[in-house]
């Protein structure tokens, strides 16, 4: 095996580097010379990965005494987001991929306005882990502000239409896309339902 194509201690992989393979939306086989791996993403980089193409991955182990996975990142920002994110408690692996894959904007913009209804918006995360989250990401800004420089950090006009995002999950569709079909909208929508209208067309 070449070097830096796995690295990994007793309990721990750091890295992969192999061919991609797509199986469930945010599932994925990473192809390390023969030996699959299954690995989770944020359906961000789920949508961005292609098919049968070699990619190095930042790798997240996680290991309880009933489970071992493996958690996937193309960034070293989001990996150590999502590191942070799931020391919250109250907040899991599926609940911190679901977070990585909300638009930075959106993060920013609850630590910005010190508002937790922000985070509300996201699909499982309620008032009271809004509260705790909003906290942790505001430490998490003032030590760590290359987590979230991704991104514009600043909202400014384009801020997110709550009432959009609430009417468009209604209609059942996931946060992540909910969020990246708004953020793409032109400034120029004045109101929830043409924010609604014209997000749909990208959904």
């Known amino acids: 095996m070449p070097a830096g194509s796995l690295l990994c201690s007793a309990h721990m ?3 992969l580097r192999g061919t991609i393979g797509k199986t469930t939306p ?3 086989i990473v192809d390390v010379q023969g030996v699959g791996y299954g690995v989770s993403v944020p359906i961000t980089m789920w949508d961005d990965l292609e098919e ?4 190095q991955l ?3 182990t996680y290991v309880r005494e009933d489970r071992f996975d493996l958690f996937g990142f193309t960034d070293m920002q989001t990996k150590h987001l999502f590191d942070a994110l799931i020391q919250v408690n109250g907040i899991g ?3 911190g991929l679901e977070l990585c894959a909300v638009p930075r904007g959106i993060l920013v913009q609850a630590i910005n306005e010190e508002d937790p209804a922000v985070l509300t918006s996201i699909k499982g ?3 009271k882990t ?3 989250l909003l906290l942790e990401l505001k430490s998490l800004a003032e030590k760590h502000m290359e987590m979230f420089s991704t991104e514009a950090m600043a909202i400014s006009g384009s801020r997110f239409d709550r009432d959009a995002i609430a009417a468009l999950s209604q209609l059942g569709f996931a946060s992540p896309d909910i969020m990246r079909a708004l953020e793409s909208l032109p400034s120029d929508l004045t109101s929830t339902e043409e924010r609604v ?3 749909l067309r990208n959904l």
């Open 197 to 199: 209208t014209a997000a």
């Open 13 to 15: 992989i750091a890295s």
């Open 52 to 55: 049968g193409v070699v990619a």
């Open 125 to 127: 995360i309620g008032r």
């Open 58 to 60: 930042h790798v997240s």
């Open 130 to 132: 809004a509260e705790k």
């Open 93 to 95: 692996p599926r609940m």
């Open 26 to 28: 945010g599932s994925i």
